[in-house]
């Protein structure tokens, strides 16, 4: 791993270069984890011509989830507590005789911006903007694998939940045992806080789990996630409390999971990202479903689990080869409930077989 990381520190300095300052100073703990190999709390990773540092507020701990510095990079730890690792990073450049440093002046408070400033005053301070996140996008196959065992892992404490007995317990009882089988079964711990949703509560994106206990004929929508070395997926499925589904329910999930399927297929690469979210929405869209839609079909996922690129209506740019997204449409429908399919994918070619489908557990409706 050690070459793929320094190939990824190269390839930034090769857009630091082409914007007229040959450093950057990183701040974004994804971005640092992506060019380090490892992200400690309160980091900052310096990136100039002849040094590569990681500064570090505290003394390295051997945490797993974190990950292990590149051994290319060079570990500085600061002398005493309290200090800003960016900030003293920034002063090194300075020391080093560094003339500029590009900054991640979306991630850095006015604060900070101002304190680096302040510690370095001959340094020029450009922005590096999105860079990092642009070279994130496109995933090699150690990422890729990664994403593919948290979606293992995802896969397999869902369907450990299903064949338990759900009636009667609460929301927020079922997410906690997803999160606990999340780590049991290998994670780092969940990608994002586990959504379950029933009754009325169905199919709302982002529901927050209440006590509200499962009842006969409740849809039940859930929404989980795998963190895997720091690599995170997500899977949404929605199924039916009881022993048969009531025919609005049938429908609303044949459309939903019409809308996804539309989706999954439209992942080629080349293909614009606003074009996904078309091929989702227009099938919701023509049942008149147009106002209860979300934002967007779908995102990209990594060690972030919303990265770019966005599918949504107003995105701009076209999807390659081995971006990882999902496509998750869904339709709440006030006092009644809806339904979220959600599945983590990766794009290939028609020649690779195409879309490549991480979450495998079964989109079937099932009554429970």
Known sequence: MSEVYATRRARLRERC?????????????????????????????????????????????????????????RVHTLSGPGGDAAVAAAGLAQAAGLDSVALEEHHLTVARHRAIRSVAPRLRLTDLG????????????????????????????????????????????????????????????????TSVATGPNAGRRGHRPTDRRVEEGDFLSVCLGATYRGYRCEIGRTFVIGTSPADWQIELYDLVFAAQRAGRESLTPGTAYRDVDRAARQVL??????????????????????????????????????VPVTVEP??????????????????????DGGPELLTITTKELLAL
Request: net charge negative; proline share 7%.
């Open 17 to 73: 270069n082409v914007g007229g300052s040959p450093s950057a100073l990183v701040t974004r703990p994804a971005n640092i984890r992506y060019l380090a190999g490892a992200s400690p709390q309160g980091a900052a990773l310096l990136l100039s011509k002849d040094d590569d540092v990681l500064v570090c507020a505290d003394p390295l701990e051997d945490r797993p989830a974190e990950g292990r510095p590149d051994e290319g990079v």
């Open 130 to 193: 999105g860079a990092v996140e642009q070279l994130r996008v496109v995933k090699d196959e150690e990422e890729i694998s990664c994403l593919r065992i948290g979606a293992e892992i995802a896969d397999q404490a869902l369907g450990e939940l299903l064949e338990s007995i759900l009636v009667g317990r609460t929301e927020r009882h079922l997410a906690l045992e997803l999160e606990r089988r999340l780590v049991d079964h290998g994670a780092d711990g969940p990608a994002f806080a």
């Open 285 to 322: 869209d023509s049942a008149g479903h147009s106002e209860r839609l979300l934002p967007l079909t779908g995102h990209g996922v990594g060690l972030e689990i919303d990265e770019d690129p966005q599918l949504s209506p107003s995105a701009m740019g076209k999807l390659d080869a081995c």
């Open 330 to 351: 869904g339709v709440h429908l006030p006092g009644r409930g809806g339904v979220r399919i959600d599945d983590t994918l990766v794009v290939r070619p028609e020649a």
